[in-house]
């Protein structure tokens, strides 16, 4: 009889593996690291001259499977390869991306209406290592091309479109032609379009780049990021040796959520953009009612640029009540089908005050400079029925 081992080792014991048949979803790997049958082939996994999964941080196979489904959708369609890593957070893939690539003494040239966070991150972590960045309106291209042609150290063109939270249109090919005539790296954020609406790779950017925590996932319980590239070569020995050694990874648990997210992500964006689309017609014809921002509005300055480059024209707007502030704030607290949180992309309505929320450390002449007006509310239009939607806008307008 085989000697039995005791009761604190069985404790400790792994099962064996047991392979009874093919899960029919994809398993969460809680596990840090991988064993090995033998030292050769722990060397080998190292040395990466065979596949395999050594430790959690630089990649498992439930991160690494949706990382490689988030790949497959930017690349849909579009005749071109590309990979991806997952994130612990959006800023986590915006941060390993830019240290991974940009050196000091480099330079970023980006948009002013930027996501909050990532102008920050430009200022208080970038701009402290040397890495500078210029901020412009990347819809004038001759002032971009001029800062370009000054300052040859920039090497980095990051951009954002529908931009936060005035939904302002860029120009994807435009935007890449001009990087690249300036050997620049080009890097889109397509967190709001999602690559059901618009593939920024397939229009020239080399990079993509997603807080999954919005629509990817859909679902408001997760928070991951996500770093698309069609340069393998800089994707491995660029990007992936700084996102090990920042520990920015993502785990198995939020990989899971977005991997579960995704598989509506089609059918959520569609009805997300048809209530959009009728709520900003909506509240364009209502009288009590200043300003809409959507870019399927053809009063929207970048209406016929994003129907040339989207499908569709996403679930975001903003808009400004007549009376300003104090309008906005009777409105946004009057609200009972909608919630006041400073997210979007789930599946329910969200309703945001970029003066007062997102945009609260942009100072005030600069915000407006942008069309964040202090009466500004900014919708994530849910997917709910659309009529249940317009209601609950309309008995908090009218309260
Ligand atoms: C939320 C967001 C980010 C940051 O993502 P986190 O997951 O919150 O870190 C970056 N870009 C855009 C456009 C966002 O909306």
Known sequence: MKKQIGFGSLCVQEPEERRYTRPHQLPIYAASSFAFDSIEEGMNVFLGNQPGHIYSRFGNPTIDAVAEKI????????????????????????????????????????QGNLYGGATALFR???????????????????????????????RLLYYETPANPT?????????????????????????????????????GADF???????????????????IVGKNEELMQEAI??????????????DAWLVHNGLKTLEIRMERHCHNARRLAEWLEQNPRVETVNYPGLPSHPGHALARRQMK????????????????????????????????????????????SMSHISVPREVRLQYGITDGLVRI??????????????????EG
Not at 82 to 92: D, F, H, I, R, V
Not at 208 to 220: D, M, P, Q
Not at 242 to 248: D, E, I, M, S, T
Request: hydrophobic residues 45%; aromatic residues 4%.
């Open 380 to 397: 994530s239009t849910g997917i709910e029925n659309t009529e249940d939607i317009i209601a609950d806008v309309e008995q908090a307008m």
């Open 312 to 355: 569709d024209f996403g679930g975001m707007l903003s808009f400004e009540l007549k009376g300003g502030l104090e309008a906005g704030k009777k409105f946004m607290n009057r609200l009972k089908l909608c919630t006041l949180t400073p997210t979007l992309g789930d599946v329910d309505t969200l309703v945001l005050h970029p003066a």
């Open 240 to 253: 992936l040796p700084k996102l090990k050694l920042l520990g920015a990874n993502c785990n198995s648990w």
């Open 71 to 110: 790949a497959q959708l930017e690349a849909h369609g579009a005749g071109l390869e590309a990979t991806a890593l997952l994130t612990s957070s959006g800023m986590a893939a915006i941060s390993t991306l830019l240290l991974g690539l940009l050196k000091s003494g480099e330079a970023i040239l980006t």
């Open 208 to 226: 993509v780049i997603h807080s999954t925590t919005k629509y990817l996932n859909g679902h408001g319980n997760s928070v991951a990021g996500a």
């Open 124 to 154: 208080d972590v970038l701009q402290p290592l040397q890495i500078g960045y210029h901020a412009v309106n990347l819809a004038q291209l001759d002032e971009a091309e001029r800062l370009l042609r000054e300052n040859g150290n920039i």
């Open 167 to 203: 939904l302002d249109c860029f120009d994807m090919a435009a935007l890449a032609e001009l990087g690249h005539k300036y050997n620049c790296i080009v890097v889109a954020d397509n967190t709001f379009a999602t690559p059901y609406l618009q593939k920024p790779l397939q229009s």
